[in-house]
């Protein structure tokens, strides 16, 4: 139950002085690692070295930061949340607005970095894999923008569910493939495209859409997405004059909330808040809530808390949102459980959706289902906070997408 | 009781005469059914199996084509447990001393625990493990539990492992080296395509892995396939075509017998018969 009860006032957090997980074989603490096929492993030798030049290239980190800036349309805004702010009456609410970033969501700092990688490796084809759409999305758009040959393994209840992102990555010249084995969703969506992966190796980049999968992925996609927080920092800065006090962000894979979490990781006051799809309830088997009920295990090439049963076989997660329904977590986020640096709560499907209604109609803001989650747990938070204290969440996507479900929900 | 068990792989391959191929074949435990599996293996022997590859099954098997994914989802809804291979690797040994390789993914195995994991492998008389999303990067998470307890490791080459990779490979392996004939994920294909590109790969493990015997397998579906392919090495691997052939057959009558046949076949071909 600890893990589910509010956070007491003495909130605290393990200081970290100096954190430089991962560890070149790519592990946080215990966590994360390369468990693939042999066939993969010259392909993520090829990659770590090509990722690793880049850090160093100055025309390589150019180009990218230019087309964040020109393309996607960075630095996104900090919004001050004023109307919610009162509604609660306690603490101030900002919010990092990565729903204006171009197709609607975070997704894209990360598509387009690897989509460079891809290039200067000379590979020709890309694959993705999505749950929600949007790193599909995101992925395809890069593809259009570039050129290259686009493959999107989607599970087939995610399609039915986020049509309107199958219809748009359609539109910008992917191939949607539709998965129905297992769940149908993400976690099925992701074992496909490691199979064509493993099969067309030679000419194929993968882009993975979360800080999950084996070793280089989970850093890598952090770091492309490392943006979010370092704006967040210089703009709250230039606004308040200094740090926040809390950062709240919702979990499927964990990438949005690693690049918000990472450039504060080291500022031990900021507390650090992570929101996991808890479905119908984390005491139920309709669940996502991989760190509040989960046990570590191995899940698409990486060890992580994981959803499984007493046999190894991973159970089947459940979220109304399709971007959180991931029974696994990345490697990182698992680190930062168990270290206590961040905090993570679970948020059920009507939370959700009840957070969708009240952002909407206190900040004409339409948040994502998945979003909607690190809004939920305002509700928990601000009543703990003082008038002084300053709270940004990461509104990581936008709730187009989801009119389909949120009509439904509320009719 | 425990040193005995190593032998059975090394053992197998020091009797082999020149002009014969090991053949090892992959079966996933609890399919068709979980009645079946014991004399699937127990038939196997009597129709030419050298070796037995045992599958565990598991959720999200991410190297394995749709052929092993169906029957790990049919062996999983029969209620397979580890527990229950242990106990079918047990009765196999009442009658056999064919070698048994248990392969399967990483996490069920952690799961049960490391260390309780061979222990009881070895307990009911397996020799060793295949763990194709465990590469030699990760295997020291198992390795020394299972040399404690005489497990062979077999690891794989693949068509794009560089040289270094393979001598890398040959010196972590013990019992065989698994040659994956083709970059993809396991499943039928057609043998003469293997057989094309197949040939530079062969000559380079040929180079590079000196210490162990070498077995090849993915895209082996008949006889004539497992001759082309197999033919500079010491054996071949047959899974896929196998699933497939029961998968055709199941449960009709006379299911087991052709099977049975199709094994033989496998290994001696039909003209030979």
Known sequence: MTKYSLPDTNYTTQKIMKYTAPTKEGYFGKFGGKFVPEILIPALEELEIAYEESLNDPLFQKEYHDLLKEYVGRPTKLTYANRLTDHYGKGKIYFKREDLCHTGAHKINNAIGQLLLARNMGKTRIIAETGAGQHGVATATACAKFGFDCVIYMGAEDMERQKLNVDRMRLLGAEVRSVTSGSQTLKDATNEAIRDWVTNVENTFYIIGSVVGPHPYPVMTRNFHRVIGEETKEQLKHAEGRLPDYLVACVGGGSNAIGFFYPFIEDEDVKMIGIEAAGLGADTDQTAATLTIGTPGVLHGSLSYLLHDTEGQVQLAHSISAGLDYPGIGPEHSYLFDTKRVHYFGITDQQAMDAVKRVSETEGIIPAIETAHAFAYLETLMPLTQKDEIVVVNCSGRGDKDMKTISEWFS | ?273
């Open chain 2, 1 to 273: 009781m425990i040193t005995t068990q190593k032998s059975r792989v090394s053992s197998l391959f020091e009797q082999r005469k020149d002009n014969s191929k090991i053949m090892s074949l992959f079966i996933t435990a609890g399919y068709p059914d979980l009645g079946s599996t014991v004399d699937l293996i127990l038939g196997f022997e009597k129709n030419g199996a050298d070796i037995i590859e045992l599958g565990m099954p598991f959720s999200d098997p991410l190297a394995d084509g749709p052929t092993i994914q169906y029957a790990s989802n049919v062996a999983i809804s029969n209620g397979i447990t580890m527990k229950k291979i242990f106990e079918m690797v047990k009765e196999v040994r009442k009658s056999s001393e064919i070698p048994i390789i248990l392969m399967g993914y990483i996490n069920p195995i952690m799961r049960y625990g490391m260390e309780e994991f061979c222990r009881d492998a070895a307990e009911c008389g397996a020799d060793g493990l295949i763990l194709p999303d465990l590469p030699p990067e990760e295997s020291t998470i198992i390795s020394e539990s299972a040399k404690k307890y005489n497990l062979d490791i077999i690891y794989l080459v693949a068509p794009n492992s560089t040289d270094a990779r393979m001598k890398k490979v040959d010196d972590l392996s013990s019992g065989f080296v698994y040659c994956v004939s083709v970059t993809g994920v396991t499943g039928a294909r057609k043998g003469e395509e293997v057989a094309k590109s197949v040939d530079r790969f062969i000559g380079r493990v040929n180079q590079y892995v000196t210490k162990n015997p070498k077995l090849v397998g993915f895209g082996i579906k008949n006889h004539e396939d497992a001759k082309l392919i197999a033919k500079q090495v010491d054996g071949f691997i047959v899974g896929s075509a196998l699933i497939d052939t029961i998968r055709k057959n199941y449960p009709n009558n006379d299911w087991m017998q052709n099977v049975l046949s199709f094994v033989n076949e496998l290994k001696y071909g039909t003209k030979e018969t």
